[in-house]
Structure formats: structure tokens, C-alpha cells
């Protein structure tokens, strides 16, 4: 392995991790859709995110999807929220904790990014609604 490549072994549990939060099919349509450009990019964040940090047992999955998707809206970053709101089918926060946690982001990271988190919010739960 190269120097640049992350250890397997937290790419492997990294991996995992990934699979069980954001699910299969994105995981597979990212790997897929990597190239020579990114694909030292996909390792490095398969392996601390997911496999250094969202593996840590301190925190719960549902704690840590809290804290990213509060961290994701203030920051506004909207594509990397859109899949964060939808993996909490598999983290169990409610649309109920969602709501509270842009609430939160509001009064802490301000009116406008609370505003286009929940926009955002709506279309990704409109769309699994729909494909319930």
C-alpha cells in the first residue's frame, strides 16, 4: 500500500460504518463514480470519518448524525445535508429532533441558514415520503 493511502483496516471499518449510516446504494453509486483523481480522497474520508470517527463508540450513531446535520446547516452545506437527512432512517433521529436542531441553528448560526436547512429539509423528507 501506499504511503497516501489510509490503513486498510480503518478503510475496512470505515467502509462498514459508511454502509450502515449513509446505506448501500450511495456507498456503491460513490465508489462507483470514483476516479484516479479522487480516489485517494474516497480512502482518506472512508477511513477517519467513518472509520476513525463515526466508529468511536462514545457517541451514538443518532448523537452523531445530530451534530453533523447541526453542522452541515450552519455551514451551509447543503448537498452533503441532503444525504445526512436522509440516512437518519438509519440513525434514528425523528423529524421531531430534526426540527429542534434547526431550531437550534437558528438562534446559534443564524436565521438564513436555519431557513435554507429547512428547505432543504422538506424537499428530502417530501422525496422519502414519496417513495414510501
Given at each position: 500500500m501506499s504511503k497516501n493511502k489510509p490503513d486498510?483496516?480503518?478503510?475496512?471499518?470505515?467502509?462498514?460504518?459508511?454502509?450502515?449510516?449513509?446505506g448501500n446504494e450511495y456507498v456503491d453509486?460513490?465508489?462507483a463514480n470514483t476516479t484516479e483523481l479522487d480516489?485517494?480522497?474516497?480512502?482518506?474520508?472512508?477511513?477517519?470519518?467513518?472509520?476513525?470517527?463515526?466508529?468511536?463508540d462514545t457517541l451514538s450513531r443518532r448523537d452523531r448524525s445530530l451534530i453533523t446535520i447541526t453542522?452541515?446547516?450552519?455551514l451551509g452545506h447543503h448537498e452533503e445535508l441532503a444525504l445526512h437527512l436522509r440516512a437518519t432512517?438509519?440513525?434514528?433521529l425523528s423529524r421531531e429532533d430534526i426540527k429542534e436542531a434547526l431550531i437550534q441553528v437558528a438562534v446559534y448560526s443564524g436565521v438564513p441558514a436555519a431557513n435554507s436547512?429547512?428547505?432543504?429539509?422538506?424537499?428530502?423528507?417530501?422525496?422519502?415520503?414519496n417513495q414510501a
Open positions: 486498510e483496516e480503518l478503510f475496512e471499518l470505515g467502509l462498514q460504518v459508511r454502509r450502515e449510516v449513509l453509486a460513490a465508489l480516489e485517494e480522497f474516497q480512502r482518506l474520508i472512508t477511513a477517519t470519518a467513518w472509520g476513525t470517527v463515526w466508529a468511536r453542522q452541515l446547516a450552519s432512517v438509519n440513525t434514528g436547512a429547512f428547505r432543504v429539509a422538506k424537499k428530502v423528507f417530501s422525496s422519502l415520503d
